[in-house]
């Protein structure tokens, strides 16, 4: 028993090989190497079509000076307050509601607030859009609370299109960090809180001292996932605004297939691929990283 | 101890929350199951003019194909290399544990658009391969780390009692230890039926001719190219979520939970 708890479990075995190779060559063909060969692209100035040349680091030094490019970086930070940060801020609401409360219809809830999850992303664009459309219901509801100087055609709209955009990003993702944090609030023992009320701690203070340190694990994965979702926005922009109008709504995932297939230039997709790639490994590092030193 | 005014704050905060959580689905539907805009149709006749019209019939065929072919490529795959990193020493074990983690985080926009160059210069663009096994890569690195969880967690004693015996690995992995399996590899086999069946950007870059396209892909094209109203757009996105909402309804607790451990790709 010591023995399987010390080292990694198991007995020494050659043919373990053989049970990963065939995954490891698929993996290999069709992650790895092209994530390789991103690197090297990114390095040339290439259109697709004809012989690249050499250019470099200036692809990368581009999402830095290129003002459309960095826009659309900029674009994707916003898209995390959406994404990440509202849904974090409902999630814990909602979910010390039912935690606390004995609500009933709980599992009902829970089925709802999770769907949007399952549902493919073209179709939830499809929806909203209609939604936001100049005769859509959100006009509707606007003009029957008498507010017609706010109607618009949100998606069209400089100001608007990328907070638009984001809101379908917060309605997709808060039933799952609800429910993430759900999980982990009811892990938390009920002696805490009688703890907490023994030293006469209200509902708030309850919250902030118990509730909110004991779902650090919980609120870590929701991050994650919602901010790496957030960068990787692609569907529900090419379906929505193609990143317009103007480029009120790129996006750095748009860019990369834009410039690929849009302009030929090639290079600066790959660059832009790669870079996402690092900002995502860097996050989720880090925001892991960070909740493990502060439950230890 | 609650007061009767808290709780009916309570119900409804969570009503107005699960009504913005189904408003869109509403909307959906009720636009899908009413009159067609064109007049003409209503109620299912709108499904059958969507499926005419707008070729669902041949999307669904491609995406059956392709999710097919991808969980169960997949889920093969990563039982047996989840096997080897859960139950087996062996040199370089946690450098290649690593290395496969890597492709968990890895964006598929970032692989994409290599991948299409060098599929193209191959002469695979366009077909069923370029479609199903970037996807299979994609999955398998998720279900190497899902399986090996398992696998590590799996009663030791059975196995060793099994070895004893005289049982191959081989047949240790599949008639010991996969039957007991059976939740975890369900789990798995809903994630990736359900990525591979809504991955979008994948078939848009790899596929160009009409007969492979996939079921979003399909209702993406129909969005762009059908603008005389709504009803069979609606009717069309209900025939392309209906197969993943369906499961979810059925197996919810397998797609929550595969989801809330960390299954990072999108």
């Given amino acids: 028993m010591a023995r399987i708890m010390a080292g990694p479990p198991g007995e020494p075995r050659r043919v373990a090989y053989l049970y ?207 901010v790496i979702a957030a960068l990787r926005t692609f569907d529900l922009v090419y379906v929505t605004t193609r990143g317009g109008p103007g480029e009120s709504t790129s996006v750095p995932s748009y860019e990369v297939y834009h410039r690929a297939f849009g302009l030929g230039q090639v290079g600066s997709a790959a660059a832009i691929g790669v870079t996402l790639t690092v900002i995502i490994f860097v996050i989720s590092f880090a925001i892991n990283r960070f909740a493990d030193r502060r439950i230890s | 101890m609650i007061s009767r005014g808290e709780r009916l704050a309570n119900y409804v905060i969570l009503s107005v929350f699960a009504v913005f959580a189904l408003y869109p689905v509403v909307v959906i539907l009720a636009a899908a199951l009413g009159p067609a805009d064109s007049g003409g149709t209503a109620g299912l006749a709108n499904f059958a003019a969507a499926w005419e019209i707008g070729r669902f019939g041949s999307y669904l065929r491609t995406s059956l194909a392709v999710s097919a072919f991808t969980v169960v490529v997949s889920v093969v795959l990563s039982v047996m290399s989840g096997y080897a990193f859960g139950t087996m020493r062996f040199r370089g074990q946690s450098a290649l544990f690593y290395l496969f983690m890597l492709g968990i985080m890895m964006p598929s926009e970032a692989v994409a658009v290599p991948l299409y160059f060098d599929l193209r210069s191959l002469g695979l663009i366009d077909t069923f391969w370029s479609i199903s096994l970037p996807q299979v890569a994609m999955s398998v690195a998720f279900g190497t780390f899902w399986m090996r969880a398992y696998f590590r967690a799996s009663n030791r004693a059975i196995v060793e009692a099994a070895r004893i015996d005289g049982a191959s690995s081989w047949r240790i992995l599949w008639q010991v230890l996969l039957p007991p399996a059976r939740p975890a590899v369900v789990t798995l086999t809903v994630l990736v039926f359900m990525w591979t069946w809504n991955e979008f950007l994948i078939p848009l870059i790899m596929v160009t001719s009409e007969s492979l396209r996939t079921a979003p892909l399909g209702l993406a094209f129909f969005q762009g190219q059908y603008t005389s109203g709504f009803t069979l757009l609606a009717a069309g996105s209900v025939i392309v979520a209906l197969p993943v909402v369906v499961f979810y309804l059925f197996l919810q607790r397998h797609f929550v939970r595969g989801l809330l451990q960390g299954a990072v790709r999108d």
Avoid: C
Wanted: hydrophobic fraction near 55%.
């Fill in chain 1, 20 to 226: 990963l190779l065939p995954a490891f060559v698929v993996y290999a063909a069709f992650l790895l190497y092209p994530i390789g060969r991103a690197v090297q692209i990114s390095l040339y100035d290439w259109d697709g079509l004809s012989l690249g040349t050499w250019a470099g680091l200036d692809n990368y030094l581009a999402i830095v000076a290129d003002e459309g490019l960095r826009a659309s970086f900029v674009h994707a930070l916003v898209l995390m307050v959406f994404y990440a940060g509202v849904p974090l801020v409902i999630g814990l609401g909602l979910a010390a509601i039912l935690n606390h409360a004995k609500v009933r219809g709980l599992g009902f809830f829970r089925t709802v607030v999770f769907l949007p999850q399952v549902i493919a992303m073209v179709v939830v664009a499809v929806a909203w859009r209609r939604v936001y459309a100049p005769d859509g219901s959100l006009n509707g509801l606007l003009g029957a609370l008498g507010l017609d100087s706010l109607t618009r055609g949100w998606l069209g709209d400089y100001t608007f299109a990328l907070p638009a955009v984001g809101v379908v990003g917060t309605w997709f993702e808060t039933g799952l960090v609800t429910v993430l944090l759900l999980a982990g609030m009811s892990r938390i023992p009920l002696e805490l809180y009688e703890a907490a009320r023994l030293d006469g701690a209200g509902p708030l203070r309850e919250f902030f001292a118990v509730t909110l340190p004991s779902v650090r694990g919980e609120i870590a994965v929701a991050l994650t996932l919602t």
